[in-house]
């Protein structure tokens, strides 16, 4: 606390003046700070372990622990070579293929949803002819871990290529002195190098994707076990039982909060 | 110095945003109605009959389950009407002293209906087809009252079509949905072979065949309307329910499906 008050007269200086910065992000602070709070507050209770611990609850964490694993993996083997490619490569329109990885992260989740729709679904236009030889998508899980590599996977590819182009280039030259070759190159060397920004995108992903929720009830619907992830089982819930809503929302801050406290960490030894 | 076009026009929205609402109509008042999401076109055009009747008066909705208005109004939404697709929601507002005991009234009554995609890719021709194993079904959750009905109804034709039948039907559920527009529209799209609705929906919505089911196996919802305690356009929420149960307000009702609680 003392290192603290130390900080903060070094940065803010005596008297009056340091409430001018100090008072906004105060505000801010609450209005992020008192409805987590709340919600916490909210949940405890008598029901709160049986709520827990209801077989929708543990279903839906299930599913959810699943799925954005499977869509984490999936972004890590497709999107790290893609993330290398755009900060090493040197092609035309690279401006535009970064843009179209940039659009998924600031697009609404139910534009996300649509879109897949559109393309996936029974009468898309890829989904018409997946639909001819058996295949249908909207409603499986596979649906699910769809809608979250479509909003989640960009983050893993924008951290892994900021990571990529902080390698100095000298190193990639004395590797080609010394007669390794593209993939070794990439393999042997990047990776290792730039592996704290590929953990802390993967990370990124991975709770993105635990907390999708727009495209996922749009694209792959809503049925326990199969495709009721934690963040759809909380807006169900508030149809009907609030309290295992509440409960599944504490929980799933509880995961967010440790997901987050380890890219922290790999942010720090970055540094 | 040159701005990207992108950066005009967003300058340009955020002013006409700005004159919007710095702008407002002279003694206005609004009326905010909390109505079940099967009412959305319905409401949509009584209410601007009933802007229409009365000047300066603006009606806003806000459609969704009724489960889920239930819970917004618990927790303080500042509501001056509720009109709801079953007793149970009002029921529990009125033990929460949100609405008054007696208040409410039924102003109609809506019918289940089975619809399915314009060219009908399941092939379905009755009733018992709902049963076919591997169709593709899309219903309202168990916990808004369409949902509860589908169910009811099922369970009827259990009874009727003999024992299992329900049971097949629930395995070929591939998503409960939160509101039954969300059911229209997913059979609509065809993503769903068939889906359980209101007959109003049926009507509201295109490109949709549709099933009938028989009295005897139908559950007929009752909707329940009523002013709530803190309103405070206490006087204009009872003259919009007035309008409701009105000839002109039960015509708009019948047309789009809806069966009037009152003969005229």
């Known amino acids: 606390m003392t290192k603290f008050r130390e900080l903060s007269r070094h940065v803010l200086g005596e008297g009056y003046s340091k409430w001018i910065l100090l008072l906004p992000s105060l505000i801010l602070l609450a209005f992020f700070a008192v409805p987590l709070i709340a919600l916490i507050y909210r949940s405890i209770g008598p029901d709160f372990f049986a709520n827990t611990l209801s077989r929708q609850a543990f279903q839906a964490l299930k599913l959810s622990l699943v799925t954005s694993s499977i869509t984490t993996i999936l972004a890590v083997i497709f999107g790290t070579p893609m993330a290398y490619l755009l900060a090493r ?22 534009v996300a949803g649509l879109a897949l729709l559109a393309a996936f679904g029974r009468r898309g236009l890829f989904g018409a002819y997946l639909n001819e030889i058996g295949i249908s998508i909207p409603f499986t899980t596979a649906a699910v871990i769809m809608a979250q590599m479509f ?121 | ?32 109605i909390f109505a079940a999401a099967s009412l959305t076109d319905a409401f949509t ?55 008054a005991a007696e208040a409410a009234q039924v102003f109609l009554t809506n019918e289940l209906i089975v619809i399915l995609p314009a060219d009908n890719p399941a092939m379905l021709g009755s009733l018992e087809d709902l049963a076919k194993p591997g169709i593709k079904l899309v219903f309202a959750s168990e916990e808004v009252p369409v949902g509860k009905y589908t169910r009811q109804a099922l369970d009827l034709m259990d009874t009727s079509f003999g024992h299992g039948f329900k049971d097949m039907v629930l395995a070929n559920i591939v998503s409960n949905e939160e509101n039954v527009k969300q059911v229209v529209t997913k059979v609509q799209l065809g993503e769903a072979d068939a889906g359980i609705v209101y007959v109003s929906d049926s009507i509201a919505g295109s490109n949709l065949n549709s099933i009938g089911i028989s009295a005897n196996l139908n559950i007929a919802a009752k909707y329940p309307i009523a002013p709530l305690v803190k309103s405070k356009n206490a006087e204009l929420a009872a003259q919009f329910i007035e309008f409701i149960l009105s000839a002109e307000g039960q015509a708009v009702l019948a047309k789009w499906g809806f069966a009037p609680a009152k003969k005229f």
């Open chain 1, 89 to 110: 490569g040197k092609f035309k329109r690279k401006a535009w293929l970064e843009l179209i990885l940039d659009l998924p992260i600031v697009l609404p989740p139910s």
């Open chain 1, 151 to 271: 909003v989640a996977a960009p983050l893993h590819v924008r951290s892994a290529r900021i990571g990529f182009a902080h390698i100095d280039k000298q190193l990639e030259e004395a590797a080609y002195v010394e007669g390794a070759n593209q993939w070794q190159l990439f393999h042997e060397v990047m990776i290792p190098i730039a592996i704290r920004a590929l953990a802390s995108g993967a990370i990124l992903t991975w709770t993105r994707a635990l907390g999708e929720f727009g495209a996922t009830i749009l694209f792959a619907g809503n049925l326990e076990g199969v495709t009721q992830t934690m963040p759809v089982a909380i807006y169900i819930g508030f149809e009907r039982n609030l309290g295992v809503a509440l409960a599944l929302s504490v929980l799933l801050i509880f995961v967010s909060v440790v997901l987050l406290m380890i890219t922290k960490q790999l942010d720090k030894e970055e540094e």
């Open chain 2, 1 to 32: 110095m040159k701005l990207p076009p992108a950066l005009i026009l967003f300058f340009c929205l955020f002013l006409t945003a700005c004159h919007t609402f710095a702008t407002p109509k002279p003694q206005s008042r609004t009326l905010t």
């Open chain 2, 45 to 99: 055009e009584i209410g601007t009959a009933f802007e229409s009747f009365n000047p300066g008066v603006t009606t806003t909705f806000n459609f969704a389950g009724s489960q889920a208005l239930q819970t917004q109004i618990e927790e303080g939404a500042p509501v001056d009407v509720f009109a709801s697709a079953s007793g149970r929601e009002m029921d529990a507002l009125v033990i929460g002293n949100f609405v």
